[in-house]
Every structure is written in C-alpha cells, then in structure tokens.
C-alpha cells in the first residue's frame, strides 16, 4: 500500500516588536497624563504630540493611594512592552469651581511610574493662568 505524502509547512515566526526602532541607551519619551480627583484618579499615556493614546488605565473608582500605585504598575509595565522608556508628567485636578489640588491618588501614581524603572522627565502641573502672573 501507498502511504500518501502530505507537504508539512514550516511555519515562520516572526520576530514582532511595537514601538519606535531605539538606538542602544536613547530613551523613548510618552507624555503621562495624571487626573487625581478625590472619586478617582487616572493615567494616560500619550505618544509626545498627545494624539496617539498608547495606555489609559483608572484606579478602579478609588481615590486611594494604593489603587493608584497599583494603576501606575500597569502603565509601566504596558509602557516597557511598547518601548516607552521615559515619561514627561501632566499633572491635573478637577479646576473649574471645584479644589486645584490633585487628589490622594496623584503622588503615590508618580512615586510607582518612577519606582518601577520609567525616567521620569519634565513635570507639568496643569492649572489656571491667573491674571498678572508670568508664566515661565
């Protein structure tokens, strides 16, 4: 009897990488945008224009800082898979006729971005421009 040949396939597996293309030691900048309100905080990671979001993580309707940190955890750890090496920091709070000041939620955030291996670079602080006042 006649065993019938079957062509196998080599399956290739390739080689896939998100991210921008990264010379040894050159940091690949995200701009993290931190909402710290006294119900919740979020984090937001943009490419540098702001346009393209790469992560968007909440700390699970708490103010707290350990849901925060924790939220923080996930975006480095998603930021490293994409390549993100550095963070420049927006901070915000609720504004409008409500408090300025970020929420409990906001310090522990960037404290775990900076902890958990990300450089961390310019820090902004998101706030009213008030009348005579030189903005730098």
């Given at each position: 009897?006649?065993?019938?040949?079957r062509?196998?396939?080599?399956?290739?597996?390739?080689?896939?990488?998100?991210?921008?293309?990264?010379?040894?030691?050159?940091h690949?900048?995200?701009?993290?945008?931190i909402?710290?309100?006294?119900?919740?905080?979020?984090?937001?990671?943009?490419?540098?224009?702001?346009?393209?979001?790469?992560?968007?993580?909440?700390?699970?309707?708490?103010?707290?800082p350990?849901?925060?940190?924790?939220?923080?955890?996930?975006?480095?750890?998603?930021?490293?898979?994409?390549?993100?090496?550095a963070?420049?920091?927006?901070?915000?709070?609720?504004?409008?006729?409500?408090?300025?000041?970020?929420?409990?939620?906001?310090?522990?955030?960037?404290?775990a971005?900076?902890r958990?291996?990300?450089?961390?670079?310019?820090?902004?602080?998101?706030?009213?421009?008030?009348?005579?006042?030189?903005?730098?």
């Open positions: 009897m006649e065993q019938s040949k062509k196998t396939r080599e399956v290739k597996e390739d080689n896939v990488t998100l991210g921008p293309t990264v010379r040894e030691g050159e690949v900048f995200g701009v993290a945008h909402f710290a309100s006294f119900n919740d905080t979020f984090i937001h990671v943009t490419d540098l224009s702001g346009r393209e979001t790469m992560v968007r993580i909440t700390g699970m309707d708490e103010s707290s350990y849901a925060a940190m924790l939220a923080a955890q996930d975006v480095a750890q998603r930021c490293k898979e994409l390549g993100i090496t963070l420049h920091i927006k901070l915000r709070a609720t504004g409008g006729n409500k408090t300025k000041t970020p929420g409990p939620g906001a310090q522990s955030a960037l404290r971005l900076a958990s291996g990300m450089r961390i670079g310019r820090i902004g602080i998101d706030e009213t421009e008030k009348e005579g006042r030189v903005k730098e």
